[in-house]
């Protein structure tokens, strides 16, 4: 049940101020639509099941004010659910017709609100067992309508289809969405992780390095150059952890090693994704810029110590460069007298790279050099994978968030040109719907900004204006404009109904797109499936054309058709 699920107390608290802002709305809305029924006449067959749901969301204010939230996660679907089968079933409803028949995709959403995946599914099948009902009752004449006439069998078995999709629509929506959310949490924690590890090393490494130092103190600084060396692989540990994107990071990596250990030329190749060239991707020397600067690659296995280790991935050294058979001369960097190549390895002990360090002195590298450089390229792979990682995780996320707006905005244009339906204007009692766009104040900037545009009353306008956003997951979608008279304020409080009441209208209209599309679908589905039944029960081949005929015409009235069967020539056979 998901009322257990409150236990803890900050989802408890986030649940039961979800539940509190629907009901404020269901309040809401109750009132406006017992009004209106006052008003316009509807008399007692509106005004009694509209007021019965504003007593029940008033108990279940209540109920929540007192900390009981089931009730109020119970009553607030199934009372809805109720009232609108009554007003859809009963005079003067039109049945299957009756265009509050859409609200039922609002009963789905508020039960996956209140009551989670069971919960909205449960209400699913109960509104499906109604539609069966009404259709049953509509058909054998038991409710009688001014639509009921037109009720056939496949009507509420069409309809409940479409409820069916809605409800598993929404669920895969709400499942990749969590998904998606828990693998960028998963992407994150890995690259926090790291870098904890990351940290947790420099601070070690630190530590050791003042612990050495005072060794050497106390032994008249007899290994003071190797002490130098590990305050050096700090500094560029700490570098590598205040950098995450890769091409600020390889940069720095090359400038910090140059300057703490007084190197000619220090450079990053990484791997190309085919793993046949060693591209160079930073560098520090004015040499290694030009090499960059021309896109410098060099083929695996090709001559010089980079290509090599780039091959077999073993550590490579030319203590004199004149004397190695390995090194290739390179015009860029005539002042070379030592080299040393490093492989660069994933967490998964890949090969990714290569770490050259090139000096302008001849055996410039002791073994301790080595060893702690070897140390220092574990912390550059994994600054490099962290880097990557990073990259690759904010990358799929803008993807994402970039496809799913635009899914969003496709959508909402197609579904705004097909009602033909630009808005509703309402001025005390009276509402007109618009069928064509309204000029209104600071809607351009409203638009583009996502935030709320007020004017106040002057001398050439006495009203006060605000012109609000229609968000629909961050996507701005629609537009509310309030005008009052006089130099109005609008309060915290009232901002915030307002603010709700236009999210949860945005989710409405977009579950009633959802469903007009599902309908469409469903819809093509059954005349596919009535043409192909039709077609496919003849076996004579005139039979066949003449049916296949015939059901075009009949979806295209007035259309000429013709069908030819294409005959090879005799040059083809």
Do not use: C
């Not at 069916?164 to 828990?182: C, D, K, T, V, Y």
């Not at 570098?239 to 090693?257: M, W």
């Not at 304020?489 to 599309?517: G, K, T």
């Amino acid at each position: 049940m998901r009322a257990a699920q409150f236990s803890n107390s900050g989802e408890g608290n986030s649940s039961a101020k979800l539940i509190k802002n629907l009901l404020i709305i269901s309040i809401i809305a109750d009132v406006a639509a017992l009004a209106a029924s006052a008003f316009a006449g509807f008399g007692w067959a509106y005004i009694i099941p509209i007021g019965s749901l504003l007593l029940l969301a008033v108990v279940s204010y209540v109920f929540l004010t007192r900390g009981n939230l089931v009730p109020a996660q119970v009553i607030l679907p199934s009372s809805l659910f109720v009232v609108i089968t009554y007003i859809i079933a009963f005079p003067p409803g039109y049945g299957l017709h009756d265009i509050n028949l859409l609200a039922y995709a609002v009963v789905i959403s508020l039960a996956s609100l209140t009551l989670g995946q069971r919960g909205a599914f449960a209400f699913t099948f109960l509104i499906i067992l109604a539609v069966m009902g009404i259709g049953f009752a509509e058909i054998r004449g038991i409710i009688v309508s001014p639509t009921s006439s037109l009720t056939l069998p496949i009507s509420p078995v069409a309809i409940s289809i479409v409820v069916l999709a809605i409800a598993f629509i929404q669920r895969a929506l709400i499942n990749l969405l969590s998904e998606s959310g828990e693998r960028a949490q998963i992407s994150e924690k890995e690259v926090i992780e790291r870098n904890q590890k990351l940290q947790e090393f420099s601070s070690n490494l630190e530590n050791l390095v003042q612990a050495r130092t005072t060794e050497l103190d106390i032994a008249n600084r007899v290994n003071e150059h190797r002490a130098h060396m590990f305050q050096a692989i700090a500094q560029v540990t700490r570098a590598i952890i205040s950098t995450q994107n890769l091409q600020d990071l390889l940069p720095q990596i090359t400038q910090v090693i140059s300057q703490q250990f007084d190197f000619y030329h220090v450079g990053i190749f990484l791997l190309d994704s085919n793993n046949e060239f060693a591209v160079l991707s930073a560098t520090n020397s004015k040499g290694g810029q030009k090499m960059l600067d021309r896109g410098h690659k060099l083929r695996v296995g090709q001559i010089g110590i980079v290509g090599t280790v780039a091959e077999n991935g073993k550590p490579r050294i030319a203590f004199d460069v004149g004397m190695d058979a390995n090194f290739f001369n390179n015009p860029d960097l005539p002042e070379t007298r030592s080299e040393m190549a490093l492989p660069l390895f994933s967490s998964r002990q890949q090969l990714i790279g290569v770490l050259d360090v090139q000096s302008v002195e001849v055996n410039a590298f002791s073994q301790d050099d080595i060893q702690i450089l070897t140390t220092l390229t574990d912390q550059v792979s994994v600054a490099i994978t962290n880097a990557r990682l990073y990259e690759e995780t904010q990358k799929a996320l803008l993807e994402s968030d970039l496809l799913y707006r635009r899914n969003i905005q496709t959508g909402w244009a197609k579904f705004t040109r097909a009602q033909k339906l630009s808005g509703i204007r309402k001025q005390g009692v009276k509402a007109n719907l618009l069928f064509e766009p309204v000029e209104l104040p600071g809607s351009q900037e409203v638009t583009h900004s996502g935030d709320i545009f007020q004017k106040k009353a002057d001398q050439d306008d006495q009203n006060t204006h605000m012109t609000i956003p229609m968000k629909l997951r961050g996507e701005v979608v629609g537009l509310l404009n309030i005008k009052t008279d006089g130099d109005r304020e609008w309060s915290p409080d009232e901002m915030d109904i307002i603010n709700a009441i236009m999210e949860r209208a945005a989710l409405s209209i977009d579950n009633a797109r959802l469903l007009a599309e599902s309908r469409k679908i469903a819809e093509k589905e059954r005349v596919i499936g009535e043409i192909s039944s039709k077609v496919s029960s003849f076996t004579n081949r005139d039979n066949i054309l003449q049916a296949a005929a015939a059901e075009i015409g009949r979806v295209m009235p007035g259309a000429e058709v013709i069908i030819q069967l294409q005959k090879k020539n005799d040059q083809d056979r």
